[in-house]
T-cell receptor, first 114, second 110 residues
Framework: DTGVSQDPRHKITKRGQNVTFRCDPI?????LYWYRQTLGQGPEFLTY????????KSRLLSDRFSAERPKGSFSTLEIQRTEQGDSAMYLC????????????FGQGTRLTVV | RKEVEQDPGPFNVPEGATVAFNCTYS??????FFWYRQDCRKEPKLLMS?????NEDGRFTAQLNRASQYISLLIRDSKLSDSATYLC???????????WGLGTSLAVNP
């Protein structure tokens, strides 16, 4: 394991369908972040885990979005009843808990809702 | 006011030019600072951390001004390959949440 892994890399779905993305962080990293990014914008914070605890969730996130990290390792992000406005790149990042170190990103999952 | 603000640009500069980006942050409890680089349709990658005393990595220099709550990135002798979006990141609070600026777009022209 040399980095953060996200699956799938691309997802096309019809409006109204549910989708689930997976993130496998770097194995020794306790912190895991989900971000959403649209073209021309910086990453927008969605939620943050420290081990299995979801410490913060953006108020921008509607109740259609849910994230889990059940064993403090991999995480899933589910979007229910997708809308066209959900089309974006969904980025996962992880970092160790010690010190003020940088976050390492996966390559992202590009979601297109048609 | 956004927690982290950057001038979105774009900055268009010729090869060899020196270009500087600034980023301001609003939370005085911010504890660590980073510059990331993002190429088109790729994930962000760490360019450099920003230390209180300032730090340099080759053609790149980062500085932090805690009193005025801004950080800067200076790129000397710009290369075509420096064309990218540069994102300012601030780590705040006990939860160590990362807050991102919207990024500054740089285009280095031949």
């Amino acid at each position: 394991d040399t980095g953060v892994s996200q699956d799938p890399r691309h997802k096309i779905t019809k409006r109204g369908q549910n989708v689930t993305f997976r993130c496998d962080p770097i194995s020794e990293h306790n912190r895991l972040y989900w971000y959403r990014q649209t073209l021309g914008q910086g990453p927008e914070f969605l939620t943050y885990f420290q081990n299995e605890a979801q410490l913060e969730k953006s108020r921008l996130l509607s109740d259609r979005f849910s994230a889990e990290r059940p064993k403090g390792s991999f995480s899933t992000l589910e979007i229910q009843r997708t809308e066209q406005g959900d089309s974006a790149m969904y980025l996962c990042a992880s970092s160790p808990i010690q010190g003020d170190t940088e976050a390492f990103f996966g390559q992202g999952t590009r979601l297109t809702v048609v | 006011r956004k927690e982290v603000e950057q001038d979105p640009g774009p900055f268009n500069v010729p090869e060899g030019a020196t270009v500087a980006f600034n980023c301001t942050y609003s939370n005085s409890a911010s504890q660590s600072f980073f510059w990331y680089r993002q190429d088109c349709r790729k994930e962000p990658k760490l360019l450099m951390s920003v230390y209180s005393s300032g730090n340099e990595d080759g053609r790149f220099t980062a500085q932090l001004n805690r009193a005025s709550q801004y950080i800067s990135l200076l790129i000397r002798d710009s290369k075509l390959s420096d064309s990218a979006t540069y994102l300012c990141v601030v780590n705040i609070g006990n939860n160590r949440k990362l807050i991102w600026g919207l990024g500054t777009s740089l285009a280095v022209n031949p």
